[in-house]
C-alpha cells in the first residue's frame, strides 16, 4: 500500500512539474506574440520619432553652420539681427508640438529657456510668452565681438505650450 501511495505521489510530481515547464513556455510563446500588438510598439513608435528629432537637430545645425558661412564669406552679416528663420521653419515648421521643437533644438546645441514669462515685455506682448533657445557665443568675429544664434518659439496661447505657433530665428553680433 505504501509502495503504490509512493507511486502516485512521485507520478504526480513529475506531472506537475511537466505542466509547470508546459505552462511556462507558452506564457513566453504568448509574450512573443502578443508583444507587437501591446505596449512594445508604442515605445518602438517613440524610439522612431526619437530618432528622427535627433536627425532633424543634427541637420538643422548643419544648415546653420552653411548658412553663416555663406553670409561671412559675402560679408553679408549685419551688426545687429541677420534673420535665418526660413532656415529653421524647415525643420521645425508651424505646427509642430513645443516638446519637439525643443528637442530638436537641444540636439542642434542650443539651450532652451523655461516657459516662464518674460517680464520685459508687458503683460499683453504676445512676446511675453516665447520660448527663447540660444546657442551664445557661437562664432568669435573681429574686433572684440562675437555671433550668437537666436530661436524664439511663439506658443499658441499664453501658457498653452503644446504647439509651436510661430518661429523667429536670427544670427546675431554680439560687441563692436
Do not use: C
Not at 67 to 75: I, P, S, V, W
Not at 91 to 113: M, Q, T
Request: aromatic share 12%; glycine share 6%; charged share 25%.
Amino acid at each position: 500500500m505504501q509502495k503504490v501511495i509512493n507511486n502516485r505521489v512521485k507520478n504526480s510530481f513529475r506531472f506537475n512539474w511537466i505542466k509547470n515547464i508546459i505552462l511556462i513556455f507558452g506564457i513566453v510563446a504568448f509574450a512573443f506574440v502578443a508583444a507587437p500588438y501591446g505596449e512594445v510598439s508604442g515605445q518602438e513608435g517613440e524610439i522612431i520619432a526619437s530618432k528622427e528629432l535627433k536627425l532633424r537637430g543634427k541637420q538643422l545645425r548643419e544648415e546653420i553652420d552653411s548658412t553663416y558661412q555663406r553670409l561671412f564669406d559675402a560679408g553679408a552679416l549685419k551688426a545687429a539681427e541677420n534673420p535665418i528663420t526660413d532656415v529653421v521653419i524647415k525643420y521645425i515648421p508651424i505646427g509642430i508640438s513645443f516638446n519637439d521643437a525643443e528637442e530638436i533644438l537641444r540636439v542642434a546645441g542650443f539651450e532652451v529657456n523655461s516657459h516662464e514669462p518674460n517680464q520685459i515685455w508687458p503683460i499683453d506682448s504676445p512676446r511675453r510668452f516665447q520660448v527663447m533657445a540660444s546657442i551664445n557665443f557661437y562664432k568669435d568675429a573681429p574686433n572684440f565681438s562675437r555671433f550668437d544664434v537666436h530661436v524664439l518659439l511663439s506658443p499658441r496661447n499664453p501658457n498653452d505650450y503644446s504647439v509651436v505657433n510661430g518661429v523667429y530665428a536670427y544670427i546675431e553680433r554680439i560687441g563692436l
